[in-house]
């Protein structure tokens, strides 16, 4: 087990709501990525929080955004939920925002949209 | 462009075998490469990183191969074992954004023979 943890383990929307999904990172880790993983694919980088700032973004639209909270845990905010939203969104996290650093992943959210 | 592929999309091992998972990356300034694990319904869990400078690292049971030249990647695991049963990744970080950006692969699933 890695220490990060995620909620909810499962989640089912319907098609235009919104989702905010979330992450606590491992012990001593300031540094939060989040991912998108669609099924059988390869995790795609969403975006990364760095002492509570957006530290990098991927190919997403801005409708997917995020916050990072003082004790460095993280939320996922998706709004506008589209069919191919669904996927399992992952976060990880480092113990910096070095691009050596190991990334840490948690068990993920399954998202669903109907 | 920004593109880590896989020779094969699945692999087939005798137990007790070597697995050899190969990996092609396509951006020459990367410089830090990492093998992840994912079983059935969870995250990926690191396995083993290399950086640029370095051509082999070795782990427990693992060794991971890095040929610059030729932009390939390889993960070695000895003596498989059926808990080797996953699909593993092989991840690049470009390195030239500020964010510690993780660019995944399709995946290679291996499966152990009895």
């Known amino acids: 087990e890695t220490g990060v943890t995620q909620s909810p383990t499962h989640l089912i929307k319907t098609r235009g709501q919104q989702v905010t999904l979330r992450c606590s990172s491992q012990s001593g880790h300031n540094t939060v990525s989040w991912y998108q993983q669609a099924l059988g694919q390869g995790p795609q980088f969403i975006f990364q929080?760095?002492?509570?700032?957006?530290?990098g973004r991927g190919n997403f639209p801005p409708r997917f955004s995020g916050l990072q909270f003082p004790n460095y845990s993280s939320e996922l905010n998706v709004n506008a939920l589209e069919l191919d939203d669904s996927a399992l969104y992952l976060c990880?996290?480092?113990?910096?925002?070095?691009?050596?650093?190991?990334?840490?992943f948690g068990p993920g959210t399954r998202l669903t949209v109907l | 462009g920004e593109s880590v592929g896989l020779h094969l999309p699945t692999l087939s091992v005798q137990e007790g075998d070597n697995s050899i998972i190969n990996c092609a990356y396509s951006?020459?300034?990367?410089?830090?490469f990492i093998w992840y694990k994912q079983e059935s319904g969870k995250g990926p869990q690191f396995i083993i990183d290399?950086?640029?400078?370095?051509d082999k690292r070795q782990g427990q049971r693992v060794t991971v191969l890095l040929n610059k030249t030729v932009k390939h990647l390889s993960l070695q695991i000895a003596a498989t074992q059926p808990g080797d049963s996953a699909v593993y990744f092989c991840a690049e970080n470009p390195g030239y954004s500020s964010a510690s950006k993780i660019i995944f692969g399709s995946g290679t699933r291996l499966s152990i023979r009895p």
């Open positions: 290399i950086r640029s400078n370095m």
């Open positions: 929080y760095y002492r509570e700032e957006e530290n």
């Open positions: 990880a996290s480092s113990l910096s925002g070095r691009t050596t650093d190991t990334q840490y």
């Open positions: 951006n020459s300034a990367s410089d830090y």
